[in-house]
């Protein structure tokens, strides 16, 4: 009895004292959140944020990233859907990771093995996870539009993880995040943009934050790459058809591959003489400003839009981009799924 009575007041103590210790990590993020939330409660588009909404983004995903390996339960009981109709390594693998951190539930699917490949509509496959009490469903389509579509039709929080050649916002954001945290600010520095911007749904998303943080906006890319009506779209952007000519007085340059599967290599004679004329390079990069640097949201063709020896420079971010990745979606996560002012998404479920 007494041995009973011992082991029970160890045992208590000990889950105590772990508990406490998940609600003292769980505090940290949200000292840092405020109680704030964001304006809306899906994530399609960089004009869908607020200049509020993108400060909290990038103040909760610094707290993250400092925490590092952390695990919390801010979204326990809680399940993520990552739906993936198109490959990705680093969007589909971080939203995961982000949500395992928060401890929510998480469920990949792709288009292969799906009730998709039988004939079911893809908002048909979404009312079903919506009918599992999904949170959020993250969705990768080749299709522009889908997750806005989708967004009006289920209960959980959408965020797109790109489609077809509209946007990538968590791109745009992890991208932005990157330059402040190498710059402290980008207001009043210049940003490069070479290559295929008419396929580039990542470029959708920069052409939108990048102005909002007052940073000035250049793409250089062949005449097939820029499409009628983009100076009229973008009168912001300065657009050049030489590289060499738009690297001068330029502090971030970030090169996008030729996106093949959207129809890119068909503005080209051939990717290897896109290579040599706007292919980023050493020699290339020493015009951009001292101090510059280069980005790339991957995956990289490597010796088509950024030479190899490039790749290894300490100047060269990709792989910051990818840890701040993870930092940035784990604070979309749990910001569009556990608001603090309980606001309740409506949504039309036909
Ligand atoms: N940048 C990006 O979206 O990469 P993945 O296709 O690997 O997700």
Redesign the pocket.
């Known amino acids: 009895m007494v041995i009973q009575r011992i082991f029970m007041v160890l045992f208590g103590a000990i889950s105590y004292s772990t508990d406490q210790m998940v609600e003292h990590i769980n505090n940290l993020p949200r000292e840092v959140r405020k109680n704030r939330d964001l304006s809306v409660f899906d994530v399609v588009s960089i004009d869908d944020l607020s200049n509020d909404d993108i400060h909290l983004i990038f103040d909760v995903a610094k707290k993250f990233k400092e925490l590092g390996n952390e695990k919390f339960s801010l979204l326990k009981g809680m399940t993520v859907f990552c739906v993936f109709f198109e ?6 693998a971080s939203f995961e990771l982000a949500g395992k951190k928060l401890g929510a539930d998480t469920i990949n699917i792709t288009s292969n093995g799906t009730s998709i490949s039988k004939g079911e509509t893809l908002h048909d496959t979404a009312q079903t996870l919506n009918a599992m009490r999904a949170n959020i469903i993250v969705v ?1 389509t080749e299709y522009s539009g889908i997750p806005q579509f989708l967004a009006k039709h289920v209960g959980a929080a959408v965020i797109n ?2 489609d077809g050649m509209h946007e ?1 916002p968590s ?1 745009g954001l992890l991208d932005a995040f990157t330059m402040i945290e190498h710059y402290g600010d980008i207001a009043g520095k210049t940003v490069l943009v070479v290559g295929d911007i008419s396929h580039s749904r ?1 470029f959708g998303s920069l052409v939108r934050i990048l102005p909002r943080l007052r940073a000035s906006m250049r793409v250089a890319a062949p005449k097939t790459f820029v499409r009628n009506g983009f100076r009229e779209a973008f009168p912001h952007v300065q657009v050049f058809q030489n590289v060499e000519e738009a690297l001068l007085g330029t502090d971030i340059v970030i090169a996008l591959r030729v996106q093949e599967e959207r129809g890119g290599g068909k503005g080209l004679p051939t990717l290897r003489e896109f290579s040599k004329t706007f292919g980023i390079n050493e020699r290339r990069f020493a015009l951009a400003n001292v101090g510059a640097i280069f980005m790339h ?3 990289v063709m490597r010796d088509i839009e950024v030479h190899n020896a490039l790749m290894t420079k300490g100047t060269t971010k990709i792989l910051n981009q990818v840890e701040n990745g993870l930092a940035v979606r784990t604070a979309l996560e749990w910001l569009v799924a556990d608001r603090t002012d309980k606001k309740v998404k409506l949504y039309d479920s036909i």
């Open positions: 490959g990705s390594t680093r969007t589909r990768r993880a790109g990538h791109q990542v949201p991957g995956p």
